[in-house]
């Protein structure tokens, strides 16, 4: 039936992660699951980012900056001896606190204000990881411990573990796909792409633009900040390259490839892309990638990498376009 | 002996240094068709967004039920149950003609963040309320048949049943029409008259600014006549077209 219909998605999804551990392991090249770990916690940040700026319309220049509040927050907590267990739920409050207060103001900003204002964030956050000592400065934090779960299970990038931490990441990012899928297809899901596609008929339809703004705003920031976290407790550490512009533009370029309102685009680009990236696939040239492909995506993709697969090239915006078939 | 529902008083408002609204005082009846029609730069759209909560008026009130409404953001003229259209139609790109009228349900929803991340489990009742009571609308604008299609793929004149049926779906009381007539062909204005006339037998109200003179005369009950920012006359369809002033302002006096 129609309800059915749509969990089986999710239901392949997960048959295609055991599949993944499952050939990986016979095949003993399971040190590729510590890059799908990592891609999987990574993704997190793609997918938030896709609900501001794919369904709501407004874009965000400054994920990286929510990514390393989360990481930072939970380091700092978990290496100070305060909590074992505080520093991922800290990491998630600190995150929503802080693009809760950022947004109030910078969501007031439309276009391309908005992404220079979120732009202008992600740089503040990143200058004073690197000028504050309990941050660590240049040297980021290290050592920072597992995160304890049930039963003997943590958090942790550990050898022992590898089996486990894979299927908790994906575990999380297919629980994080399913509610975001969820809320797009809900009132909430409409009234935000109602208001990515016409504000004032939006609040004409009695949607209080400005709070759905900042509700998805922060949820994004969520997504980013818990990302951060897990993945600082899985690294044993985080350094301030996490909350360069550079991590956020890359966001921005998956979310784009993705399709913008397309969470399954978004989230199998991002895997794939950040998996390539983990394994060095782009060498040097990495950040350089990332920036190429969002150019790319603008001239020829507009709607993501998957339009091309049924539309095929189309000629670049402001390009006449070529006429089809005939003369 | 009807009831107001809207009275306007002693509306100004300025553009700069030009005076646009210049003591506007009318009122809506309930359950009545009133119309406000002028040549173009009387401040018809002008009144329309200082009523609809797009403007704030510099001075005047505007009370919907005996509430002030003048200066409130459109959401909340909208909550109140004041629904409006577009001039140039403003449906939701990338959203189906059924999505379209959900969106104008939106107040008669609840479902918030956290119930609609749940999914089916905690929100289905009610988006099954909302699927059926907006297909209902449809169905009375004679375009359920539309319901699955890309809203912004359908030709202008049904684009603009859609915008209709999109603030039907909030059930206002008092329904906001923008030049609906807009763009339309005789026949498809035809429609649309018919089925604004409609809408009194729903309890609802309507304020349509209007240029179509054909549509107005017919389906208004009253009209109201503005020219430069003032009300220059108002009454039955009958009393205005004989009132000499109207005649002047609308066939251009000073050729005279």
Same mark, same amino acid.
């Given at each position: ?34 890059? !799908? ?38 380091? @700092? ?20 606190? @802080? ?49 304890? !779960? ?104 998956? @979310? ?14 991002? @895997? ?56 | ?31 009545? $068709? ?62 189906? $003609? ?117 549509? $107005? ?40």
């Amino acid at each position: 039936m129609r309800a059915y219909a749509r969990e089986l998605p999710l239901l392949l999804l997960a048959g295609l992660v055991v599949g993944a551990q499952v050939s990986l392991s016979a095949l003993k090249v399971d040190f590729y699951l510590t890059q !799908l770990t990592m891609a999987a916690w990574y993704s997190l940040v793609a997918l938030g980012l896709c609900l501001l700026m794919g369904y709501a319309g407004q874009v965000s220049m400054g994920q990286a900056g929510f990514f390393a509040i989360g990481g930072y927050t939970a380091a @700092v907590i978990s290496t100070t001896g305060m909590s074992s267990w505080l520093s991922i739920p800290a990491g998630v409050f600190v995150t929503a606190a @802080v693009s809760f207060l950022v947004g109030i103001p910078v969501l007031r900003l439309k276009g391309h204000y908005l992404a220079m204002a979120t732009l202008a964030f992600g740089f503040i956050v990143s200058r004073i990881i690197v000028g504050m000592a309990i941050f660590g400065q240049a040297d980021g934090i290290s050592d920072v411990p597992p995160y304890p !779960l049930i039963a003997g299970l943590a958090i942790t990038g550990k050898r022992p573990q590898r089996v486990e931490n894979f299927y908790l990441a994906w575990g999380v990012v297919i629980v994080g796909l399913m509610l975001a899928l969820n809320l797009v297809r809900s009132r909430t899901g409409r009234a935000l792409r109602a208001i990515r596609g016409n504000e004032e008929a939006a609040a004409a339809a009695g949607i209080d633009v400005g709070r759905y703004k900042l509700a998805v705003f922060v949820l994004s920031a969520v997504y980013a900040g818990f990302a951060g976290a897990c993945l600082t407790h899985f690294n044993a550490g985080i350094g301030p390259g996490e909350a360069g512009i550079m991590k956020s533009v890359r966001s921005v370029a998956l @979310v784009a490839a993705g399709g913008m309102a397309n969470l399954w685009g978004t989230l199998t680009v991002s @895997v794939v892309l950040t998996f390539l990236s983990l394994r060095g696939a782009f060498g040097l040239f990495d950040d350089a990638v990332f920036g190429g492909i969002l150019v790319a995506i603008m001239l020829f993709a507009p709607d993501g990498v998957f339009s091309l697969l049924r539309h095929g090239i189309p000629s670049p915006r402001g390009f006449p376009r070529r006429a089809k078939g005939g003369r | 002996m009807s009831n107001t529902l809207l009275r306007v008083r002693d509306l100004h408002h300025w553009f700069g240094g030009l005076h646009v609204i210049d003591g506007v005082r009318f009122s809506c009846e309930q359950r009545l $068709v009133t119309a406000v029609i002028g040549p173009n730069g009387a401040g018809k759209t002008t009144l329309f967004n200082l009523v609809a909560g797009n403007l704030a008026p510099v001075s005047g009130t505007i009370s919907f039920d005996g509430r002030d409404i003048q200066g409130l953001p459109s959401f909340e003229v909208s909550a109140m149950g004041i629904s409006r259209t577009f001039q140039a139609t403003r449906l939701f790109p990338r959203m189906t $003609v059924l999505e379209n009228v959900m969106v104008g349900r939106h107040r008669k929803s609840r479902a918030g963040f956290l119930q609609d991340m749940g999914g089916a489990l905690f929100n289905s009742r009610e988006e099954h309320r909302m699927r059926e009571a907006c297909m209902d609308i449809l169905e009375n604008l004679g375009i359920a048949s539309l319901a699955g299609q890309q809203a912004l793929d359908l030709p202008f004149g049904r684009q603009r049943l859609v915008e209709l049926a999109r603030a039907l779906a909030a059930e206002p009381r008092l329904l906001l029409l923008d030049e609906p007539a807009c763009g339309l062909n005789p026949r498809e204005t035809e429609e649309m008259a018919f089925q604004i006339a409609k809408l009194a037998s729903l309890d609802i109200t309507t304020l349509i600014v209007e240029h179509d003179m054909s549509l $107005v005369m017919g389906i208004s009950d009253h009209i109201v006549v503005l020219s430069f920012g003032s009300v220059i006359a108002e009454g039955t369809p009958r009393e205005v077209q004989s009132n000499e002033e109207v005649v002047a302002v609308y066939l251009g006096a000073d050729n005279v």
